[in-house]
């Protein structure tokens, strides 16, 4: 990358990252967080924090047209997170803990045989995450998954699929190892 592409990059990271800020008050937004696509598919709660640096991506690609973020109020959203709604929806619920290093896609590239991976479109319908869950650190939240409300995912779980309100989940793929309550 040259000197002018990244001066540019930084310049307009910094724009969508301001017109963030000013598109949602009630939202505390770390001065390194990378937001890029669409602010109008943008929904912010009150009191949330999107800590950096996080990337954000809110937009259309792959040929999937339903790119849109929603996060709740009283989200904590931790470091060094990527957070890529690519065409599908991603909602996370209210007074949720999202800590650092923490993936959360809505769709991924189709694997049919034959064709180049990189040359076929995207598949996914996006990911729920219900109020009051808690992602630990490195959990990867995968295209389809649905996260009931009050949930605990441990630490570099990889989540796909439904997860029981109130479950506790650990592994790779994630599965229920406790209850809350």
Request: charged residues 20%; proline residues 4%; glycine residues 16%.
């Amino acid at each position: 990358m040259s000197l002018k592409d990244l001066a540019r990059s930084l310049r307009d990271g910094a724009l969508a990252r301001e017109r963030l800020r000013r598109a949602f008050p009630q939202a505390t937004i770390g001065s390194d967080v990378k937001f890029g696509g669409e602010l109008d598919r943008t929904r912010l709660g009150r009191d949330v924090t999107i800590a950096g640096p996080t990337v954000v991506y809110v937009g259309d690609g792959g040929g999937l047209s339903g790119g849109r973020l929603e996060v709740g109020d009283r989200t904590y959203i931790g470091e060094f997170n990527n957070i890529r709604c690519a065409g599908a929806p991603i909602t996370i619920g209210r007074a949720c803990l999202i800590s650092q290093h923490v993936t959360i896609v809505g769709s991924n590239h189709r694997i049919a045989p034959g064709v180049p991976i990189v040359d076929q479109e995207w598949a996914g319908d996006g990911v729920v995450i219900g109020d009051d869950v808690w992602l630990g650190a490195g959990v990867v939240v995968l295209p389809g998954a649905r996260i009931g409300d009050g949930c605990v995912v441990a630490a570099n779980s990889v989540v796909r699929g439904e997860v029981e309100a109130n479950s506790v989940v650990a592994g790779s793929p994630a599965r229920v190892v406790g209850r809350r309550g």
